[in-house]
């Protein structure tokens, strides 16, 4: 179980910006973080270099960051996501084979310190970058870049209605949890299952039906099963080499590493 | 609980991007028989659904608390191709709005928690309901066990993917026992939160869990009463 979303909606992870990376088109952008993160995954982590190269990684993003207004508070709130990972990483601490050593009394692995270190460090610079994406992209535009990125139709459309819809049903349960609490409940110990399930349980009735009257609606608006889409805005050269630019200053960290380490 | 970036190496994940694919466009398919011309709303709100009840914390013991990961509720709820579609696009929206599991691991976290965790939790689900008696009681007993196994077994394909491409090197069974034990706790807490719903959702709407459809039965309608006899009309001459 991943730590928990807080409840401020799907739209709550965007800061709102007019900056160069807010203007980029939301696929280059994808692009660009998944090119980011397939160097940060292609960096060995036996190698005695891959410590500074995580720190030129880390010096990239935090540039980016500054290029797009993001704070180190937005930064910092997004790796809490992170939390059950630490965990694991900290197991493999424990659990690596090979040749030990003693850290404040305990025994550990010394590979597993060092993989466990090049794990969470890999990973919390993908969950860095990751979050800059959702920090400057509506999830309307993330969706079109899916869009873009040729995501099957019908999925597209799923994922159109989720997003369209999370933060209604999240306000249903919103208003469930007030009403809860304001007649004095208090979820203390399993008993509130007794409580909360039936609460879960409306709340699947009413997005259900509430599915079924969006239906109807769309329906009797002359849906066909496919929505319509605009013509696609073409892409120019210098909005790809912006957006190609972090990967490629990734890549060329990864290069400099290899050639001098 | 999601897999980030880096913690398989690009081989494996690779082809659990691969298999996560095939497993969606089956689905994809199998939905359309589900759900014909209302996939696309029906799912979503679905996905909406699991999205919010992912966010509700229900308390476990001791103070800590734990949340729903909902594959098997899905599937019992909905049937198995949508829950694929709704866990996948929650985990989709989790990965590029939430940072939460990597995007180059989205493949092996849609493996685990669409594919593996809803086919687990189903098909657990589906023989206990043939071998136990059709009751409410034990298509809940069923659904229990179903939530609970899919999570554990999730967690151990997991441990399994991780000694094919896992960049450390651990000592297997301890890995296994550790993510098997604690995985056997979260299970419990999911079972519970299914069962509740599931009888929930049971008592209010029972037509709308589609794994219970052997429960109901043809609504027998009153016969009709007989005619009455015609009223003689009176002569109002």
Redesign the interface.
Known sequence: MGAGHDSGGLAARYVPGTGPVHRLEPHLKLVAVLGFALVVVATPVHAGWAPAAYLGFLVLLLVVARIAGVGPGRLGRGLTVEIPFVLFAVLLVFVSRGPRTEVLGLSVSQSGLAVGGGLLAKATLSVLAATLLAATTEPRALLRGLERLRLPQVLVQILMFMIRYADVVGGELRRMRVARESRGFRARHLGALRVLGPAAGSLFIRSYERGERVHLAMLSRGYTGRLPTGPVAPVGARSWTTALSLPLAAGAVLLTGSLVG | ???????LD?TT?AATAAVAAAG??LA?RGARRELD?????????????V???????????AGT?????GGALTAI??GPWTAV??M???L?????????????ALGTNVTLMALVAVAVGYAVFRVLVVLLPRTRVGLLVAAGVGAFLSVPVAALAFVGLFSLGG?????LG??AA?MGGVHLL?GLGEA??S???????L???PD?VRGARHLQRDVVLAPRPPAAHPVPVADAS
């Open positions: 609980m999601h897999v980030p970036d880096g913690f690009p994940s969606v466009a994809l011309e209302r996939t696309a709303p029906m799912a979503g709100l679905t996905a909406a659904f999205f919010a009840v992912q966010m509700m914390n229900f308390p476990v013991a608390s734990g949340h729903l990961i709820l909905v579609l709704c996948t696009v929650v989709l929206v989790q990965a590029v709005v939430f940072a939460d599991g990597g995007l180059t960049v450390a090197d651990v000592a301890t890995v550790t979260i519970a939160i069962v509740a719903v599931l009888s929930a959702v008592t209010v709407r709308l």
